[in-house]
């Protein structure tokens, strides 16, 4: 049985349909990342999914708890990190993680063991007798994640947990949730595609309200549907001939060719070939090139990147 079950989940603001009829099963120690242009339903599905938002129509079970009979129940095992932590500034960071560990319930007798395992975990053992104020944004996010944590809960969501922060902050963010991630069950919304890619086993991505993809992240960089992009650098050559022979080859649907001069004074081209996804012309291209007098410098196949996907599927029509 899976983790977590969502079915047909709808949620009307209005006559605004925020989240249109989403369904997915995400299952024990998955770190799913749910992506999505500004006002796609990323924050409206995640709080559906952590009981602050009722939805309009449709099912979520937890664990087999559905949240319209079991929500309590479900909230003990679950930890929510907002987009903006709501933590008190005012407090030290050892007495907010003793409060918060009082409203959830952690055993007196157990709570300096569980302070130790979460401070260590995210990073705040140097910061624990600091007020929440006087720390930067990427500590109050470790706290926020502190706070998410300190009833061991067994799944994590996280809304935009690396918003604001730095490169430093982000990648320090980005190992605490692997850390956290060989345990739990992680989903996590996010605009920053390159945290999806390196940090998430799986991709949903959202956009006005419908879910547009779904899978691996390895599988939807490699799937079917995303052409595929061949780069060239050639001397010797002019535009309009390697235009007309490369467009020539089967597979290649178009060709882009920029002139730029060398540090030798000579020009040289730097191709892009945009090829069908569902084949291969590598080879038929190099012995295309190999019939004519042109100098091939570079040949190099380019990595779909979650970006060029997300743009894809994301895009005005």
Known sequence: MAMIEVSNLTRYYGDLCAVDRIS??????????????????????????????VPSSGTITVKGMSIHDRMVDIKRIMGYLPESAPIYPDMLVYDYLCYVADIRGVDREKRMPVLSRVA???GLESVMHQPVGDLSKGFRQRVGLAHAMIHDPDILVLDEPTSGLDPNQIVEIREIIRRIGRQKTIIFSTHILS????????????????IVADGPTHA??????????????????TGG????????VDGVRAVEV????????????????????????RAAIYNRIKQTDWVLLEFSSQTRSLEHIFRKLTREE
Do not use: W, Y
């Open 24 to 53: 997915l099963e995400i299952n024990r120690g998955e770190i799913v990342g749910l992506l999505g242009p500004n006002g796609a339903g990323k924050t409206t599905t995640l709080r559906m999914l952590t009981g602050f938002l």
């Open 120 to 122: 260590r975990m995210c």
């Open 195 to 210: 945290e999806a890619e390196a940090t998430c086993d799986r991709v949903v991505i959202i956009d006005k309200g419908k």
């Open 220 to 237: 939807l960089m490699g799937g079917d549907g995303v052409d595929a992009a061949i780069s060239l650098v050639l001397s010797g050559a």
């Open 241 to 248: 001939d390697v235009e007309t022979v490369l467009k020539s």
């Open 258 to 281: 920029d002139s730029r001069p060398s540090s030798g004074g000579s020009d040289l081209l730097h191709v892009r070939l945009t090829c069908d996804s569902s084949s291969d012309p």
